[in-house]
């Protein structure tokens, strides 16, 4: 009986040995996250309250979403819709008034924050419903966009490019016509009237179009096995005719006999 006694005695202080360690180390597991969140919590609540402003911001924006809609039955479906998101952003920002001191302050109260590790999950579920009623709403309004654009009409293709002539004696080519020459006489009205140059002669236009022209470049004879000494270059027409007549040395000799006869008969002959 001693020996039973003790050996069950030695069990039970090994399971309440082992029971306390267990205890001792979920407690501090507990006191490490809540800890810890009452560490985060300031920065948490502050992020919450600002995901309950941009939710009235965009509910703003929803509203004239489901204006712009003309289907009836699809603003009964996004009205239906963005009340919900509205009631839950105004659940959401009751709970956080009630965990705060003042109303629109991020200071919390003491056992909030001291409870806030189970506080938060709550707060995140209605986070995330929230933002699922937001993306359902898009996605429903996404769709009725889409079908609006299916329902209506193609555009009419372009018209085909006809023969000018059935265009201009149709009655949309006379028109079109019509409203051409009529811009074209108005701006012909407004602009400005230039005074027109007086006619030139032909001679001030040739000497013009000498004078514009460039001048002509010498070619050189070195390679094609001229002389050097080459005259001056050979003018055109009549007037190049005569220059070379006047410097060709037959005419010089020919000028030469002629006067020489002609002094020969102004002589008087003698006796």
């Known amino acids: ?26 407690l501090a597991q ?17 992020a919450y309250i600002d995901t309950v402003d941009f939710s009235i911001q965009e509910n703003e924006s929803y509203d004239r979403d489901v204006a712009k809609v003309q289907r009836l039955e ?21 709970e956080l008034d009630g965990l705060v001191m003042d109303q629109g302050t991020t200071t919390l109260r003491t056992s909030s924050r ?23 709403f898009l996605v429903v309004y996404m769709g009725i966009i889409t079908s609006i654009a299916d329902r209506q009409p193609p555009p009419p293709p372009p018209l085909p490019r006809g023969d000018p002539e059935k265009t201009a004696f149709s009655p949309t080519g006379h028109a079109h016509n019509h409203h051409q020459a009529a811009a074209a006489a108005a701006h012909h ?5 230039t005074p027109s140059k007086p006619p030139l002669s032909r001679s001030a236009t040739i000497a013009e179009d000498h004078a514009k022209r460039p001048p002509l470049r010498r070619l050189t004879t070195h390679a094609i096995g ?10 055109k027409g009549w007037a190049g005719v005569v220059e070379e007549l006047q410097t060709s040395p037959k005419m010089h000799k020919r000028h030469a006999s002629i006067e020489q006869a002609m002094a020969l008969d102004k002589t008087p002959p003698s006796a």
């Not at 009986?1 to 979920?26: C, E, K, N, P, R």
């Not at 998101?85 to 659940?91: A, F, K, L, N, P």
């Not at 009205?189 to 009237?193: D, E, G, Q």
Request: aromatic share 6%; glycine share 4%.
């Open 74 to 94: 699809d603003k009964i479906r996004l009205g239906r819709l963005l009340r919900e998101i509205q009631r839950c952003g105004d659940d959401l920002r009751e």
């Open 189 to 193: 009205r407004t602009l400005p009237v």
């Open 30 to 46: 507990t006191v490490a996250s809540y800890s810890s969140a009452y560490v985060a919590a300031p920065k948490e609540v502050a």
């Open 114 to 136: 001291l409870l806030w590790a189970y506080l938060r999950p709550s707060l995140d579920d209605r986070v995330r419903r929230l933002d699922l009623l937001r993306m359902r």
């Open 226 to 235: 001229h002389n050097e000494n080459t005259g001056r270059p050979h003018r």
């Open 1 to 26: 009986m001693t020996d039973t006694g003790s050996g069950f005695l030695q069990w039970t202080i090994i399971l309440v040995f082992t029971a306390l360690v267990l205890a001792t180390v979920v």
